[in-house]
């Protein structure tokens, strides 16, 4: 598509249980980035992917975050064991990759722990 | 970690106003990025800027790439109501797998 949708818009979790996000590129773009947007309005890389492949993930948590771009679905972005400080809206991008770095957005998830 | 300084924070002004806002770092950038997002929605691509001292408008919006790399602004002459919104500078460092950098934004007010 010609947009990079996000799904669910609003998640609301209860302290440890499991969150699944999920984002599909605009149709064309290889690179797949994921951000996450707390109260203060700060992006904070989280991970990217070009194609299928992890292309950069710096930014993950080393616990409980995990990502996936398979061929033929869309991107996930999972949770386990969600904890109140991952609260924020989490947005996925995507580019044409190489030099065409300007991403586009997604709505984004509001991902809300109780 | 890399930051940007973004500034101003917020501005309060009348319709009609240019505005003028600014980003700076201690690092160099290969690429600046100006985002608006709007409540609720993801950040909109406003402007790209690729070549230091590289000058681009974009209708009431005019951005710069700060000749040493470190800065870039963002003009928006005779501002109107659907200009409110927070602004975001982005910056890819040299070296980074397009990993972007972001400010804390601008939130843009307009006094009735």
């Known amino acids: 598509g010609e947009e990079v949708a996000q799904t669910p818009k609003h998640l609301v979790r209860g302290e440890g249980q499991k969150a699944k996000l999920y984002c599909a590129p605009i149709k064309g773009h290889s690179y797949v980035f994921w951000y996450q947007q707390v109260l203060k309005n700060e992006f904070k890389f989280l991970i990217s992917f070009q194609n299928e492949n992890v292309f950069d993930e710096t930014g993950m948590p080393k616990e409980r975050f995990s990502a996936k771009c398979l061929p033929n679905s869309p991107c996930s972005l999972e949770i386990q064991a969600t904890k109140l400080e991952d609260s924020a809206v989490y947005f996925c991008?995507?580019?044409?990759?190489?030099?065409?770095?300007?991403?586009?957005f997604g709505n984004g998830t509001r991902l809300t722990v109780t | 970690g890399q930051q940007l300084n973004q500034s101003p924070q917020s501005m309060f002004i009348q319709e009609g106003e240019d505005v003028s806002m600014n980003c700076t770092s201690s690092?160099?950038?290969?690429?600046w990025l100006w985002y608006k997002q709007d409540p609720g929605e993801g950040p909109v691509l406003l402007i790209a800027l690729y070549k230091a001292g590289e000058l681009t408008s974009n209708g009431r919006l005019t951005a710069q790439f700060g000749i040493t790399r470190k800065d870039s602004f963002l003009n928006i002459s005779a501002s109107i109501p659907s200009d409110v919104g927070i602004y975001f500078c982005?910056?890819?460092?040299?070296?980074?797998?397009?990993?972007?950098?972001w400010g804390a934004g601008t939130k843009l007010i307009i006094k009735p």
């Open positions: 690092s160099i950038f290969n690429t």
């Open positions: 991008a995507s580019s044409q990759g190489g030099h065409e770095l300007p991403l586009h």
């Open positions: 982005a910056g890819q460092l040299v070296g980074s797998n397009y990993q972007l950098i």
